[in-house]
């Protein structure tokens, strides 16, 4: 289903008293994507309720009804906005100019903060939108790669691996959307555009193709670990809401009262999914904190063993950044807390190493790494640990490290 205009525009006029007539706002439809895009960024498609949206702006559902007339009409045109207002920024840059690069990663990541309470939005797309309206990002998408490529090459023509870099610059650029860290506009445009462009100067490891291992090791013995390993795998490739108790017992082999002894709910599994991911980020900071004797080895060793972690548990994060919104209030705060806890980590350990960057800076560094991590682990095929390990320093140490 290809987004369309609003049925109607001629909502009727709200009465606030007998003789008083209030006119409808002019951008009322404005209102409504905005408030759209923040709900299904925040919660994810299935979790938004249209009631929800309309309340956010002010107005009755039959209201909302005018002028979507359903919640795929309206989740299709938020993204589509969000899509253009990306094109719109890169538009502006000049080509071929001599800071084309710099200009156009300051627009992205000027557009990614401006636009950050509804960049969660590019996390469903591809799950849930249909092709006509996927074509619509994905066409911007492809778009913004060419231009970064295009203009990383004039500025170093010998430039090796280009589309692993600007896939690295791009999700720099992009990371203010995945946190809340605060700092000034102007101040995050120019620390995290500079952290992209001083990506083109980055010298990778050779490429190294890793054979696919013969043996994948044991699979778990115990009940509950099968089910949350099924689980994590139904989740990763059919979406959360598309899988069942029954779904996850046939791949566990055991009846649904089996998982039921195990998981009082789905929404439970899942939760056993996020603190899973949370617990091993834990330890693997535990890990390289114990190896390390200075701030420089603890920074190495963090990014070295999250990024094989990543590379090794693809779909077990991919579950944790797709389907949070599935999770209880009560769970995602905790969650996101603990999150909180893990950059505040990163970041200190920057700040010590690098003495003349405020920790209000290295948060929004450690952010970037953390963003290029995921990003680039989901490439087909996958790039080496090794190379995503390289960027992800480069992120935080600089030309340091």
């Known amino acids: 289903m290809t987004v369309r205009p609003g049925t109607s525009t001629s909502d009727t006029s709200q009465t606030d008293a007998p003789g008083i007539r209030r006119r409808r706002p002019a951008d009322r439809r404005r209102l409504i994507?905005?408030?759209?895009?923040?709900?299904?960024?925040?919660?994810?498609?299935?979790?938004?309720?249209?009631?929800?949206?309309?309340?956010?702006?002010?107005?009755?559902?039959?209201?909302?009804?005018?002028?979507?007339?359903?919640k795929y009409a309206l989740f299709a045109e938020t993204t589509a906005v969000l899509a253009r207002s990306l094109r719109s920024a890169l538009d502006a840059v000049d080509t071929d100019g001599d800071d084309e690069l710099r200009d156009l990663l300051v627009a992205i990541t000027a557009a990614s903060f401006e636009n950050r309470r509804t960049g969660g939005l590019y996390r469903w797309e591809s799950r849930y939108l249909e092709p006509a309206d996927r074509d619509i990002v994905r066409d911007v998408v492809v778009h913004q790669h060419r231009r970064v490529r295009a203009a990383a090459r004039r500025l170093r023509p010998d430039l090796a691996d280009a589309n692993l870099i600007v896939a690295a610059m791009t999700s720099v650029a992009a990371s203010p959307t995945t946190h809340r860290s605060s700092l000034p506009a102007r101040e995050v445009t120019a620390l995290v555009s500079e952290a992209a462009l001083d990506l083109?100067?980055?010298?990778?490891?050779?490429?190294?193709?890793?054979?696919?291992?013969?043996?994948?090791?044991?699979?778990?013995?115990?009940?509950?670990?099968?089910?949350?390993?099924?689980?994590?795998?139904?989740?990763?490739?059919?979406?959360?809401?598309d899988v069942t108790i029954e779904d996850i017992a046939h791949a566990a082999d055991l009846p649904a009262s089996g998982v039921y002894r195990h998981f009082p709910s789905k929404v439970a599994i899942l939760e056993a999914a996020f603190w899973r991911a949370t617990d091993r980020v834990t330890t693997a900071i535990s890990d390289a904190l114990a190896d390390a004797t200075t701030p420089h080895e603890?920074?190495?060793?963090?990014?070295?063993?999250?990024?094989?972690?990543?590379?090794?548990?693809?779909?077990?994060?991919?579950?944790?950044?797709?389907?949070?919104?599935?999770?209880?209030?009560?769970?995602?705060?905790?969650?996101?807390?603990?999150?909180?806890?893990?950059?505040?980590?990163?970041?200190?350990?920057?700040?010590?190493?690098?003495?003349?960057?405020?920790?209000?800076?290295?948060?929004?560094l450690v952010h970037a790494a953390l963003n290029v991590v995921t990003d680039l682990s989901r490439l087909r095929p996958q790039p080496s640990p090794e190379r995503i390990e390289a960027l992800s320093i480069r992120i935080l140490l600089g030309a340091n490290s």
Request: aromatic share 8%; with cysteine.
């Open 200 to 241: 083109v100067d980055v010298d990778l490891p050779d490429p190294v193709e890793t054979p696919a291992p013969a043996v994948h090791g044991l699979a778990p013995a115990a009940k509950r670990e099968i089910i949350l390993t099924e689980a994590i795998n139904l989740f990763a490739a059919r979406g959360f809401r």
């Open 298 to 364: 603890a920074l190495a060793g963090m990014v070295r063993r999250y990024v094989r972690l990543t590379c090794s548990s693809t779909d077990l994060i991919s579950v944790y950044e797709t389907e949070i919104g599935h999770a209880t209030p009560e769970a995602r705060d905790a969650l996101r807390n603990q999150q909180r806890i893990t950059v505040e980590e990163w970041a200190t350990w920057m700040s010590r190493e690098r003495a003349n960057l405020p920790i209000t800076h290295a948060r929004f």
């Open 33 to 70: 994507v905005d408030a759209a895009a923040k709900a299904f960024s925040d919660g994810g498609y299935h979790a938004v309720r249209l009631d929800d949206i309309a309340d956010a702006v002010g107005i009755s559902a039959p209201a909302l009804y005018r002028h979507f007339p359903n």
